[in-house]
Structures are given as structure tokens and as C-alpha cells.
């Protein structure tokens, strides 16, 4: 039954994962939720809580600390026809998983010749906040990015968390869904009803003229507080949230980077083969325009998460320096330009312990 | 090479453990304090209520054997003779830290005392504990490996795997699983169809016990047995459980708001010294914590943040 359907609602990223998850598992029986701490009261940040005791446990599983098992559990129920939503607590635990998810999950629909499907949602969180250093908080999506079989999405707002999630469900091959912990409490407007945010659509966030700024998973938070700070200095700066990574949606960035002229591409991640990498092969090998484009990336430095706070503030591409490296990639040299200064709350506020 | 600690008299040893966990326990609770402050932006996991299986164990080691643990790592760290003023540095984020202030509190090392790095991710350390107890066996020295462990680290396949290889090649090593029948909030009931953690132990081929009192001197006493057995007569791996009880949260400065309920058998470690220790002993010890404590807290908060080129520094070797 479709319920009312109000537009202006405002609700949290977290709320609204948990949200597309209770109305897929209303909807849909074999939609199921396991992982690690799924159903203590803490709820993976409020993205599970609640659901056991309206699903009851045998739906949302609390599994044992095995990452690896508990991904081929998985993929070994959606051959069956069920439709599995793993969950980790921090993305680096995928790391355990890597033989089921790459080897076994991405290839059996291929390598099967079609016979099996093997529709499983892994749902992962960034942990960045303060202090969670090298095994704690990675962003490893352009690892799966690099393999034929698996879709990755990588939703920023609010409203495309929840249709994202419902298009990952309902789609009929193993997707990776790549939260980050920093925008869990990002508030938007999303609708009450089931709809979906589809792969391979970006999302023009903000539109402009003298540069495409394309910004991935929480960095798109610091490049839209970056814009602002271009729009003070008069530059109007196209923001583009790909949204869906693995398909990517190059024409939305092409045709963006044949009217600006510029691009720039911040990823909450590191640059090295990484997805900052893959979008600009993407552009140059298909960008329409003649006369040079200029290019830029940015990402984490690379080197290992730090704790130390001083430290992780060099790590972490900001507002300003996104803004700064805009600025100067449009003049064409280094310029002594400073920004408006844009705060992060959501890092600057945060407070642990965890 | 002798075992320092095997002529010691009881007293002597009961002073030591008394020591070693008051220590311990004051450090934590006074990290516990001054965790709101916000000055120490690390997570935090807290042993406090555990600290007489890492004690105990440590008591029968030398500084030249070596231990690997994990995230819960203070109390592991200050019992092998880890700094403490690196400790509190790493903590507070500082480039006089352990680690320069790159890994916090998760990821204390103190290679000078035998403590090997600890680990975030979940039972990373068994299989390089294994790994550095075969390094001992081929090279012939008589050291031991001692690896410590949650319930919940028993449930991940590396685990099985580690024990097979350390039984099949006899390795100098102890395994010590510090049951706090917790992963996070899941009881081990939860994740386990038994909680024979023990008997799965022993189904490799090892030589495997429970010790349920909590208690550091049983524990020391095992251990010190343990070392012996694979040190003279290689009879390694040996396998121990430790029932304990973990009175703070999984992570964090507040206590547990089911500790009331806490199973009964489980004793206090502290307080179980306690009454074998002399009012002036525990008057010293006191006075000598309180100072050396507050001395590395100055130490932590007057040494300078990391420089920016430091971020780079030590990417590879
Ligand atoms: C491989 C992996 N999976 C999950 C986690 C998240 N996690 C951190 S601690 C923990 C519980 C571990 O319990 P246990 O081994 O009993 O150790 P304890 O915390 O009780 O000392 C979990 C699930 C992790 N850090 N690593
Ligand atoms: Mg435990």
C-alpha cells in the first residue's frame, strides 16, 4: 500500500538506510540484515536499530566475528533467492572478506554462465571522526571499483542513502554500499515512500560555470563548503556527486567539463589507482572538448591514517584547500588566494569515545 | 637464560602482582578521567577489572620474551614494562609518543620490553604471534611468544588456523584468551553454540586449561609452569583461558551500566591482593604511582604535537 507520501520531510542519513531497510523488509521477505552488532542497542549507528524487534532475530542476525564466512553465508542465500544486506561497522573489516566477496560473490554469475545470481547487499561505513588512525578508518571503494561483477554506490545525501540502498536490494548482483560515518547525521528531505536513486546517474549538486568539482563520498561535503568559498571570490564552481561509482556516469561529468573548462576531483580516499584516477581516464578519453581541459585530484595524502588530530587534519583534504586548488587551477598557477574559512561541525564538534 | 621471577618468595610475588595491577588500574582510571577533556582524541578500550591476566602472565615472562595483544592494550603494555610516559604521549596524540603519535592507543609497541604492536582489527595478532614463535624455534632460542586475545577472537577463522601450524610445528608460544564473555555487547552465548573455548583449544593437539578465579597469582603460577614446560622440554603451544570480567564499557571512560549484575564468581583482582598486602606496602605504592603518574601526564601534555613533515616520515622502511 502506498502511504502518504510527504516531500518535506527532513530526516537523518542513518534514519533514512534505516527507513529503506524496514520498508524493503516489509515489503520483500527475503530481504534479510546480518553482521557484527546488528542487533545490539546501538544499532550500527542507528542504521539497524529497532529492526529485530520488528523482524525478530532470525532476520537480523547478529553473526560470530567471522567476516569471511559471514559474506559467503550470504552470497550462498542469495543463490537460494534470498536477498542479504551485510553490514560492517568500519570498512576496513571488508578486508577480512576479500576471498568470498572477490573471488566467490563478484564471479559466480559469470563464471556460472549465468545459472546463479547472487543479489547481496555489503553495506560498509568510513570510520573517520578523530583519532581511529590506520586500521579504523580506510575508504577502500576504488578497490571494488577495479572488479568486473560487483556495483559500488557511495551515496552523500540523505535522500539518495535511502534510494540507493533500495536500488542496491533490489538489484540482482553483489553491490557494495559505502557509508561514511560523517554523514550520518547529515539531515535532508527524503521521501516516506519506496523509490529509487538508480546506478549509473551522478547528481549535479550544484551547478556553474568556471569549474567541475567532482567530490566522492564526504569529501562532496567539503567540496560543496569549498563552492561557497569560490562563490565569494566570484567563481562558480559545478558540483557533481557521482553517486554511483561502479557504473560511473561520465557523461554527466563530460558534458560539466565541456562548459567549465576545468575539473577537480576529490575523493575521500586515496589517489593512486583510485576512483580520482578512474574519472579522469574517463573524462580524457571522452570529453568532446578540443583546446586543453585543466585537471586536478585530490584525495588523502598518501600515507597511513594517522591519529594524532594535528596530523589527520594534513591527511584529510578540507574546504579550504579544496577551494584553494580550484582557485589556482583556474588562474593556472599558484596564487596567494586565501578562502573564507568554512566550518566542519561534524568533525570539529565530534567527540568520542568511539 | 633464568626466570626472574622463579625464586621469588610469595610475599615478594604477591607484592609485585599487588604492584603491577594498582598501577595499572590507577593509570586507566585516571585516563578514564581525564577522557572528557578531550584531550586524549583516540578511542580508548579499557582492561580495568582484566588486569590480572595480563599481570599474572607477564609476571613469568622475561623482558626478552615477547607478547602480542591487542586495541585493549594498556594494561598488556604497562605489565611487560612498557614506557608509561610514551604511553600517555601516544594517548595524547604527541610526537613523544610510542609511535610518534601516528597509532594512539590502539596500536602501543615497546619493541625495548618485548611488546610487539597491538592491533584494531580483530585476532590480526595471533598469526604473528605464531609467526614470531617460529622465528624463535629455528634460531634456537629459548624465548617464548605469548598472545593475547578476546572470546570474540576465537570465533575468526585465523584463529583455527594459527593453532593447527603452532601445534604442528610445537612452537614456543602461549595462547592466553582473556574471556570477558563480550564481543561489544554480544554475550558469548550469542556467538558461540558452547563456551568450551578450552576444549576447541585442546582438539589441535595442545595442552589446554581454564583458569576461572580471576585471580593474578593462579594465573602467574600457570604461566611461570607453561613457560617452563615449552622452554626446557619444548613442549609448546600451550593454550589457557582466563575468565574475566571487563568493568567498563567496550570502549570508552564509563562503566558498564550492567555492572551490577555482574556474575559473582568473577573477583576482583585488586581487591583480592589487597588483603595479602601490607597497609605500608600499599602506602609506598600508592605515593609512588601518584608520582610517577602525574609525571607522565605532565610529560604527555608538555610535549609538542607532531611536526606536518612527520606525515610522511615512515610510509616504508
Ligand atoms: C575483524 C574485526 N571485526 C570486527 C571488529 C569490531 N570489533 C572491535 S572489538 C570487537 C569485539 C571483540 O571481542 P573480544 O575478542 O572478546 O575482545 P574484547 O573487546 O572483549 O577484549 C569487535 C567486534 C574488529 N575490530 N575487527
Ligand atoms: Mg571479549
Redesign the interface.
Known sequence: MPKSNRRDRSITYASAINEATRQLMAQDDSVFVLGIGVDDPRGIYGTTSNLSSEFGQDRVVNMPLAEDAITGIASGSSMAGMRPIVVHERMDFMLLAMNQLINVAAKSHYMYGGAVKVPMVVRSIIGRSWGQGAQHSQALHSFFMHIPGLKVIAPTTPHDAKGALVASVRDDNPVIFVEHRMLHNYKGQVPENLYEVPFGKARVLRTGGDITIVGISHAMVECIRAAKSLAAASISAEVIDPISLSPIDVQTICESVEKTGNLLIVDNGWTPCGASAEIMSLVIENVQRQDKVKMKRMGFEFVTSPTSKILEDLYYPDSRRIAKNAYDLIMGKKTDWEPDVQESPEIDEFKGPF | MKNKNINLNSIELINNLYKSIYRIRTIEEKIALI?PT?Q?????HLSIGQEAVTVGACAALVETDIVFGTYRGHSLYLAKGGDLKGMMAELY??ST?VAG????S??LIDTSRGVMGM?????TTIPQAAGYAYAFKLRKQKNIVVSFFGD??T???VFHETLNFAALKKLPMIFVCENNQY????HQS???SSSNITERASVYGMHSEKIDQNDAQAIYEKINWARNQIVEKGEGPIFFECMTERYR?H????ERDDIKTRSAEINDPLEQLSKLVSYDFKEGVSKEVDLELNEAIDFADKSS??S?D???QD?YA
Request: hydrophobic share 35%; glycine share 18%; net charge negative.
Open positions: 577522557y578531550d586524549i582524541k583516540s578511542p580508548v596524540g604527541k609518543g603519535g601516528k597509532g594512539g590502539m596500536h592491533s584494531a582489527v580483530v585476532a570474540g577472537a570465533e575468526e577463522g564481543a561489544v555487547l554480544s550469542e556467538r558461540q564499557e570502549v570508552g571512560p564509563n604535537f607532531p606536518n612527520t606525515l610522511y610510509v
